[in-house]
């Protein structure tokens, strides 16, 4: 990936944010923004988890927020959790670890 600043045009201002960490609101394959309210979410075995009504991009972890019948569930948007993210559907796909919904 690359990615262009518009901070300034002088190599100084540039080397300035050297050993910065940078995150993005991009969906590594896609391009597509994060703008996921409002989608669907299922477990691999076919049980809806609830609808996402948000999405927590603080530091290198984003966490789905799903609201559920019983509340709101956290749930890191991890490739190791999330397998699928079907734009035409509107529905994401989990292969959540043993347990994870019983934290929230």
């Known amino acids: 990936m690359v990615a262009k600043f518009n901070i300034s045009n002088t190599i100084d201002d540039a ?5 910065y960490d940078v ?11 994060l703008d ?23 530091g290198p972890l984003r966490i789905l927020e799903v609201q559920s019948e019983d509340g709101v569930i956290m749930v890191p948007f991890e490739d ?8 035409k559907e509107r529905k ?13």
């Open 15 to 19: 080397l300035r944010l050297v050993g």
């Open 23 to 33: 995150y993005s609101t991009q969906l590594r394959d896609t391009g597509s923004p």
């Open 36 to 58: 996921l309210d409002g989608y669907s979410v299922f477990d691999k075995a076919g049980d809806c988890w609830g609808t996402v009504i948000g999405l927590s991009l603080s």
């Open 80 to 87: 190791a959790i999330v397998v699928e993210v079907d734009e």
């Open 92 to 104: 994401i796909l989990l292969d959540p670890p043993e347990g994870l919904r019983d934290l929230n």
